[in-house]
C-alpha cells in the first residue's frame, strides 16, 4: 500500500542546453554561484562563461554540454535545499545524463563528482562516436512494437522509450538514414535527426562504457538517501552496486523513460518536479499521464516562487 501524494525529483539531459542557461540563477542567488564556481575549479576552464555567453556550437558539444546540464541542474537545485519549504522527495529520476544530477540530489554522489563524471563520461562517448560513426533520429506518432520491427529491419537500435508516440532510435548513420525512410512511409508524423555525436545506447558505445567502469571505479558513492528510479532497469537504484552498474549499463543500453515513470506512477507520485533547461521531461510526462501534476523549477523566476510558497 502507497502513501499518496507523493513527490519525484526529475533532471533533463542532453538537448535541453540552451546559451545563457543559469545567468539569472547565478547572478540571483549565492547558492547557484557556488555550484558554477565549483563546476569551473573542478573542470580547469570557465564552463560558466560557455553557460552564460556560448558560442552555441562549442556548448552544444557532447564534452561540454553534459557537465554544463548538470552544473545549471545542480545549481537550481542547491538553491531550492536552502529554503524554508524545501523537502525532499520521495524519488528522483534523471533521463539519461540527468541520472547524475539525480544522484547527486539524493547524496549518492557529490556535486563536484557528478560534474567532473559529467565530462569524463562525454569525453568518452565523444570518442567512441570518432571511432565508429553514428546517429540518432527521434520517430513520432509510431508504436513502440513496429518502431522496433523498422529498426530490427534496418539494422539499428530503439535507444530511448520517451513516452507513447515517440522513440529514439540509434545505430550506424548510413543504417539510420535507411530507418528514418521506413517509419517515413509506415506512417510516421515526424521523423527528426537528432544533434548527437554518436549512436548513444549502444553496442557502439562499449568503449565509453569500459572506459567509464574504470573512473567510477576510483569514485566514491553513498547509498542514495531515496530511491532513483534507474534509466535501464527502471527499478530502483538503492545500493552503491546498483549505482555503478546502471551508470556503466546505461550507455549501451537504451533508456526506458515511459517504463521509469510509470513505475513511480505506481509507487503513488502525483507531483514530478523538473529540476534543470527546459521542459522536456514535463511533456512527456503529461504524455504518459495527462493528470500528472508537473512543476519546472528552470530560471530565476521559477526558484523564487518555489522559494516564496513551496512548489507543491
Given at each position: 500500500?502507497?502513501?499518496s501524494?507523493?513527490v ?5 539531459g ?8 543559469g545567468k539569472?540563477v547565478?547572478?540571483?542567488?549565492a ?5 558554477f564556481?565549483?563546476a569551473?575549479k573542478?573542470?580547469g576552464f ?8 556560448g558560442p552555441?556550437?562549442?556548448?552544444r558539444?557532447?564534452?561540454n554540454v ?5 552544473t545549471?541542474?545542480l545549481?537550481l ?9 524545501f523537502l525532499a ?5 534523471g533521463h539519461?545524463?540527468?541520472?547524475y ?9 557529490s ?12 569525453r ?5 562516436g570518432?571511432?565508429?560513426?553514428g546517429?540518432?533520429a ?8 513496429i ?9 539499428v537500435?530503439v ?8 522513440i529514439v ?9 535507411k530507418?528514418?525512410g ?11 535527426p ?7 545506447h549502444?553496442?557502439?558505445m562499449q568503449?565509453?562504457?569500459?572506459g567509464?567502469?574504470?573512473i ?5 558513492f553513498n547509498?542514495?538517501s ?6 535501464t ?7 552503491i ?8 549499463q ?9 517504463k521509469?515513470?510509470e513505475?513511480?506512477?505506481?509507487q503513488?507520485v ?8 527546459g ?16 512543476v519546472n523549477?528552470?530560471d530565476a ?5 518555489f522559494?516564496?510558497?513551496?512548489a507543491?
Open positions: 500500500m502507497t502513501h501524494p507523493r519525484a525529483f526529475v533532471f533533463p542532453q538537448g535541453a542546453q540552451f546559451v545563457g542557461m539569472d547565478y547572478d540571483g542567488f547558492g547557484a554561484r557556488a555550484v564556481d565549483v569551473d573542478a573542470l570557465k564552463l560558466s562563461q560557455l553557460c552564460f555567453e552555441e556550437e562549442d556548448l558539444l557532447t564534452v553534459q557537465p554544463a546540464i548538470v545549471f541542474s545549481a537545485l542547491a538553491v531550492m535545499q536552502s529554503g524554508k519549504h522527495p520521495d524519488f528522483a529520476a539519461s545524463l540527468g541520472e544530477s539525480a544522484l547527486s540530489a539524493v547524496g549518492a554522489i556535486a563536484y563528482e557528478a560534474i567532473l563524471l559529467a565530462r569524463e563520461r562525454g568518452l562517448m565523444y570518442q567512441a570518432i571511432n565508429k560513426p546517429a540518432m527521434a520517430i513520432i506518432g509510431l508504436a513502440e512494437e518502431v522496433g520491427q523498422l529498426a530490427a529491419e534496418a539494422g537500435y535507444a530511448n522509450n520517451n513516452c507513447p508516440g515517440q532510435i540509434s545505430g550506424e548513420s548510413r543504417r539510420i538514414e530507418a528514418m521506413l517509419a517515413t512511409s509506415h506512417g510516421a508524423l515526424k521523423v527528426i537528432l544533434q548527437v555525436s554518436g549512436a548513444f549502444t553496442h557502439l568503449p565509453a562504457a569500459e567509464l567502469a574504470q567510477i571505479s576510483r569514485v566514491t547509498a542514495p531515496v530511491p532513483v528510479i534507474g534509466n532497469s527502471t527499478k530502483p537504484l538503492v545500493s552496486g546498483d549505482v555503478k552498474d546502471e551508470l556503466v546505461q550507455l549501451t543500453h537504451p533508456v526506458q523513460w515511459q521509469s515513470i513505475y513511480l506512477l505506481s503513488g502525483a507531483t514530478f518536479i523538473e529540476i534543470g533547461p521542459k522536456v521531461l514535463s511533456g512527456l510526462i503529461k504524455r504518459i499521464k495527462r493528470d500528472a501534476m508537473t523549477i528552470g523566476q521559477s526558484l523564487k516562487d522559494m516564496e510558497k513551496g507543491v
